[in-house]
């Protein structure tokens, strides 16, 4: 199994209360990220439970949290909560 595919199984799993208090946590620190979920993501529908994946920047041991659906592609938009402070799709 290559390295790229390893990156994209999940690594845990979080309550939507969970997730939705981390990103909103996110957006009110780091400037400019409101306005890219606005630009690039649409909202999530309703889960009980969302996946999180370990950030695979090097050196960064940050965690991938859903923020919203990818505006133009079909993926889940994640921000990391760690040093990096990267945004990828999932």
Not at 7 to 15: F, I, L, R
Not at 25 to 46: F, I, K, Y
Not at 68 to 82: I, L, P, Q, S, T
Request: with cysteine; glycine share 6%; net charge negative.
């Amino acid at each position: 199994m290559t390295s790229n595919v390893s990156q994209n199984y999940p690594y845990s799993s979080e309550a939507e209360a969970d997730r939705a208090a981390t990103i909103a946590r996110l957006v009110g620190e780091r400037e400019n990220l409101a306005d890219t979920l606005a630009v690039d993501a649409t909202p999530l529908d309703a889960n009980e439970r969302w996946w999180v994946w370990k950030c695979p920047t090097r050196g960064c041991a940050g965690l991938l949290h859903a923020a919203g659906y990818a505006a133009e592609k079909h993926a889940v938009f994640v921000v990391c909560d760690g040093t990096c402070a990267k945004t990828f799709l999932r």
